[in-house]
């Protein structure tokens, strides 16, 4: 058999699965979609002694509009999301960007929380979550806290997540009205890892930036927004020559690395070409919006 | 070893087996059941082969453990059609020639299951985009994006 032993645990409700975790510790991990996780282990580069199989905790999977903000449990299936009215009208970002997400038997099972967790630099929704200012829900044995998206992603597959905390819901602002979004990224085939990938927004008001967000995956150990290129867009025409300035700022501030499957100055590139794209049809949708 | 019991139903039939947790759902399918007209490629959730539908939706059964499949229910090839009475996916893939080697067409056959299923008028893009999701290395898709369009047709016909 591919994946290594491990003892199984079921929990049928998220304060069994935070006792299991809180007993296991750095043990077990957490096995959501599954869609990374068991890819590892069928590797052998992952070998929990313990996973707690949290796909029975319906109560952790829904999308749902609340006090401003728009709250997707952690155990919501990508596939949910991508069909999902809510996202659609209050996380376009989201929306465009999970369409980017590996391929539809994979976004079926994968989970958002699970996603999120894994904290894959590579992947969209780290991104789309720092560009839109999300919240994490953790909760634990010891109660409940909430982590700022620029703050949860710490590294290389690396979460501010504690081994006895579980993700369980994330939080996004009530999408501004008006608010331009773009998610664009460059991968050898649809459906592999992007080589780099934007999330964009942008905010116009006659003629001039008012606000902007760019978030590049791909490009680091972690999601990375580039605020000096949201800088230099704000008080400038909304405009391509503005927006090619702002890609060549952003091509200045990103280090990105070279492997098997691209150099990091080619990377470099695709942050230029993929932020003055992005922001023309963010300003697209600006407009249409208004 | 620990075992977990599992009850699933597979195309209408109720198993019941004591599996390793680590029984990948792929395995579980063609070792436990004896259904091999799953296959097994890459084992890593990139090329595909072993999609079948579970609950109705496509899913990679190398990326899923069997006791992960307790209480679902599973559709996999065999359950399509025979060669006296094909599925009408089938009958566009042997008249359109969608395969060559075959090994890829059982995933090739599900994944346009569901895509007609939730579309059953899709453009020649959106079928390119969900039959991606699974590699072929012989027929270079062509023939393949060609089936289901013809499928999408005579499904039509016979529907109502």
């Known amino acids: 058999m591919k994946p290594a032993p491990f003892q199984y645990v079921r929990p049928s409700s998220v304060s069994d699965a935070l006792a299991a975790l809180a007993r296991y510790r750095d043990d077990a991990k957490v096995l959501a979609g599954g869609q990374s996780l068991i890819a590892l282990m069928n590797l052998r580069l992952v ?35 991508e069909s999902s009215g809510v996202i659609a009208r209050q996380c376009p970002l989201m929306a465009e960007a999970i369409r980017f997400v590996a ?13 999120l967790a894994h904290a894959d630099p590579t992947s969209e929704l780290p991104a789309v979550a720092v560009a839109l200012d999300a919240t994490f829900v953790a909760r634990s044995t ?20 504690a081994s006895k905390e579980l993700l369980t819901e994330m939080r996004i602002p009530i999408w501004p009205a008006g608010q331009g979004w773009s998610f664009m990224e460059v991968s050898p085939r649809a459906g592999d890892y992007a080589l ?36 230099m867009l704000l008080g400038g025409p909304a405009n391509e020559a503005t927006f090619r300035a702002a890609g ?29 794209r992005a922001l023309m049809r963010a300003l697209d949708r600006c407009k249409k919006g208004a | 070893m620990e075992q977990v019991q599992v009850s699933v139903t597979v195309n209408g039939i109720r198993y019941a087996r004591a599996v390793e947790p680590r029984r990948l759902l792929s395995d579980f399918i063609r070792h436990d059941l004896g259904l091999t007209g799953t296959h097994v490629g890459c084992e890593q959730g990139v090329c595909g082969m072993c999609t079948v539908l579970i609950d109705g939706q496509t899913a990679r059964t190398c990326l899923t453990f069997a006791v992960q499949a307790d209480g679902v229910e ?22 359109k020639h969608g395969l060559q080697c075959g090994y890829c067409t059982p995933a090739m056959l599900l994944t346009a299951v569901e895509l007609l299923n939730s579309n059953p008028n899709p453009t020649r893009d959106e079928i390119c985009e969900a039959m991606s999701a699974i590699l072929c290395r012989c027929t270079g898709y062509q023939t ?3 089936a289901v369009e013809s499928a999408a047709g005579a499904m039509k016909g016979e529907a109502r």
């Open chain 2, 74 to 95: 599973i559709t996999t090839v065999e359950a399509l059609g025979t060669p006296a009475k094909m599925h009408p996916l089938q009958r566009a893939f042997w008249e």
């Open chain 1, 142 to 161: 010891d109660g409940q806290r909430a982590i700022s998206a620029a703050d949860f992603f710490v590294g290389l597959l690396s979460s501010a997540l």
């Open chain 2, 144 to 146: 393949i994006v060609d």
């Open chain 1, 248 to 276: 060549e700022v952003a091509a200045g501030q990103v280090d990105p690395s070279s492997d098997f499957h691209a150099t990091g100055d080619y990377r470099r590139d695709l942050v230029r070409v993929l932020t003055r």
């Open chain 1, 47 to 81: 070998k929990p002694a313990v996973l707690v199989d949290i796909n029975r905790l319906s109560d952790i999977a829904y999308i749902r509009e609340e006090n401003g903000t728009v709250a997707i449990g952690a155990l919501t299936r990508q596939s949910a999301v």
């Open chain 1, 103 to 115: 391929h539809r038997p994979i976004r079926n099972r994968g989970t958002v929380g699970g996603n």
């Open chain 1, 196 to 231: 780099v990938g934007v999330a964009a927004t942008l905010q116009v008001q006659e003629g001039i930036c008012q606000a902007a967000r760019l978030v590049y995956s791909g490009v680091g150990a972690r999601p990375t927004r580039v605020a000096a290129a949201e800088q």
